[in-house]
């Protein structure tokens, strides 16, 4: 079966066989989803080519028919949203509940779907854009930002009138005309409009808070009356372009009147009081039988296989090098057939592992280029992956004498000092601090497009640090007082209880981190780099301020560093399996972890053979553990070398990514 029509299909059965009874992802890690069930389709034609229709989300008439009549015999009882409101309040919705919606407002809605809805009595929902209804008859359209179809492409005033006058039909908002990309940074990437500061070229910024909220509000406002005049009701519902959606919008959305509010995020959950519903994408039309092919591997989970980029590599002072760097990358990561990219989001010019600079517009620190946009979308785009955004989570290298005031504090020989051994961390306990990393990922989230973030291994305290005046007094809120820390070094649980503060305290501001994100980019997930020293031996959480069971608790995965050369092991082989052999006693399976591997040897500056690598990685795979990454990827040096890579690392090796 094709890869993208059986993921699909694996989403619809998720969906349907198991009316949702299970945990689901929700980009906020896993949540518990509700019964509803949605689906998503669009265009529907009689003449749709199997599969390799040109039009990848147009389903034939004949398999929407099938679809229908699998959900009538199956027991499925599609319903509507004022059922869906009613259950909000207490109200019960049927055993096996189904929202039928459609998109885009094509005429086929009337001419083949609206009978079928009438013939089996199935209520839905249509989301329509204003623009391409006001287009003149037999002027054409523009379709997204370069396609034209025919304004009798789609639905005219009296068809909708006609279908909202049935009691079957709900019209829902898709926008008047943030259907379509607008320009999200200065390389001119078109980006989807309802979620995108759009970058003004003549003026060389990108639009204001102010400006675009403006924008958004407008555009809403205007859908909204046209829609009350051609359907008799302003619509309640706001279908987002291209699943496209954040905080931000929505509560702009909100303040106009609406309640409901439709994604294509994985799985529906119609979170309490949020009105939001997820839906499962309907493409490459297919067909009931492709549905019981799916069944068979329903339980099919595709493991992570990431490559972890340094966007050093790419950057360079001559535009043409750099658009040639990414050129290689890209073809690269493509060749890889691999899932996921950690994407360096600072810059680290002059390797201390500190931030010197960042790759995204921001109020904090200087912008060596506003590059990781650019990158972040083309990997997505060309490559296919799914991006992480690398971030620092405290190691900003700012000016000394604010680092001083505000930087971690350690005890040393001279009393109580900044700390400055390996990473130069900014307390996360300081109030100016906190600001100053919030604004980073404000930004970060604002001005690019990407999928998750991987925080740094710079979240760690030793068991001298932190000892900031605001870190004390964080301690002493929560009941720990101690005079010094001899006191502490003495006394097992008291280290125990101060460590267990520390731990939470660096969970507690990764959560906030990701709220600033989550704000703007809602459906990102989460990860997070821990040493292996954490796992091997337990002491080494007082030495870290870092717990393995304690992570996957709160990220959607660890990334355990999985690096021999770097922790100095006589035998590697032998270290990688002590390592997996303390995950599994510890966890009992490696679902949320990912082993980090190293592809340099940073004590000499050589780096690991890709048959070395491969092998590592065939070791994990042979204990069952799927999950790998390694670091770093020098694609300008052609290491790891792909032709040896490939077969021991991408996906198309794993049994469940084959045709």
């Excluded at 092919?293 to 790419?314: K, M, Q, S, T, W």
């Excluded at 073809?331 to 994407?343: H, P």
């Excluded at 990334?559 to 032998?574: G, L, Q, S, T």
């Excluded at 990685?617 to 999950?627: D, L």
Aim: aromatic share 12%; glycine share 6%; hydrophobic share 40%.
């Amino acid at each position: 079966m094709e890869i993208r029509l059986m993921r699909a299909v694996l989403t619809l059965l998720l969906l349907l066989l198991s009316c949702i009874g299970s945990a689901g992802a929700f980009g906020h890690g896993i949540e518990k989803a509700r019964s509803l069930v949605a689906l998503c389709y669009h265009d529907i034609r009689d003449d749709v080519i199997g599969r390799s229709d040109q039009d990848t989300m147009a389903v034939s008439t004949r398999h929407l028919a099938e679809h229908f009549e699998w959900l009538r015999v199956n027991g499925y009882t599609p319903v509507t949203l004022d059922q869906v409101l009613e259950s909000q309040s207490g109200g019960l919705l049927p055993e096996k509940p189904v929202l039928l919606t459609f998109d885009d407002g094509y005429a086929s809605f009337y001419h083949e779907i609206f009978p079928l809805l009438r013939r089996f009595n199935y209520p839905a929902v249509m989301a329509l854009v204003g623009r391409w209804l006001e287009a003149e008859p037999g002027s054409q359209v523009i379709y997204g930002n370069s396609a034209l179809k025919d304004r009798e492409y789609f639905l005219d005033a009296s068809q909708i009138k006609e279908m909202a006058g049935s009691g079957l039909v709900e019209f829902a908002s898709h926008t008047y005309d943030l259907h379509h990309g607008v320009i999200g940074n200065p390389q001119q990437n078109l980006q989807p409009a309802a979620v995108t500061r759009m970058y003004l070229n003549g003026e060389k910024r990108y639009e204001t808070d102010q400006e675009y909220r403006r924008r958004i509000r407008s555009d809403l406002k205007r859908n909204d009356t046209l829609l009350e005049k051609l359907a008799d009701r302003k619509p309640r519902t706001l279908v987002w372009p291209y699943g496209q959606w954040s905080i931000e919008a929505e509560e702009i959305a909100r303040e106009l009147g609406y309640e409901f509010f439709l994604t294509l995020d994985d799985f529906p959950h119609l979170a309490d009081n949020t009105g939001r519903i997820g839906r499962s994408l309907i493409e490459r039309n297919p067909a009931v039988e492709d549905i019981k092919y799916g069944l068979e591997h329903l339980n099919d989970v595709e493991p992570v296989r990431a490559a972890h980029i340094d966007l050093d590599y790419v950057y360079d002072e001559n535009k043409e090098q750099q658009r040639k760097n990414l050129d290689r990358l890209l073809d690269r990561i493509k060749a890889m057939r691999i899932n996921t990219v950690f994407l360096q989001a600072f810059s680290d010019f002059d390797g201390d592992g500190n931030a010197n600079a960042l790759y995204f517009p921001n109020p904090a620190l200087p912008v060596r280029d506003d590059l990781f946009s650019r990158v972040s979308w083309q990997l997505e785009k060309r490559a296919g992956v799914t991006v992480y955004a690398w971030m620092p989570v405290a190691a900003f290298d700012v000016k000394s004498e604010y680092f001083a005031k505000h930087g971690v504090r350690r005890s040393g020989a001279q009393g109580i000092v900044p700390a400055t051994v390996d990473y130069r961390r900014l307390s996360i306990f300081d109030s100016e601090s906190v600001k100053l990393i919030s604004s980073i990922y404000d930004s970060l989230g604002k001005y690019a497009h990407f999928d998750g973030v991987l925080y740094h291994d710079d979240a760690y305290f030793s068991d001298y640090e932190d000892l900031h005046p605001e870190a004390v007094k964080y301690y002493k809120s929560r009941g720990l007082d101690f005079s010094s820390l001899i006191e502490v070094h003495s006394d097992q649980s008291l280290m125990r209880r101060w460590t267990d503060l520390k731990i939470d305290a660096w969970h507690e501001f990764t959560d906030k981190m990701t709220k600033h994100l989550r704000y703007f980019r809602p459906t990102i997930r989460t990860a997070r780099n821990i040493y292996a020293a954490v796992v091997l031996n337990t002491d080494s959480e007082n030495w870290f301020a870092q717990s393995l069971d304690g992570a996957l608790e709160r990220y959607d995965y660890v990334a355990v560093m999985a690096m021999p050369y770097m922790e100095n092991a006589p035998d590697p082989d032998k270290w990688l399996a002590k390592l997996h052999t303390a995950v599994r006693a510890r966890l009992g399976n490696t679902d949320k972890v990912i082993f980090e591997l190293q592809a340099k040897d940073w004590r000499n500056q050589v780096n690991i053979p890709t048959e070395t690598l491969v092998k590592q990685f065939r070791y994990f795979f042979a204990q069952g553990s799927m999950n790998v990454a390694y670091y770093p990827d020098d694609f300008l040096a052609n290491h790891p070398e792909l032709e040896i890579l490939i077969p021991g690392f991408s996906l198309e090796t794993y049994p469940y990514r084959k045709q």
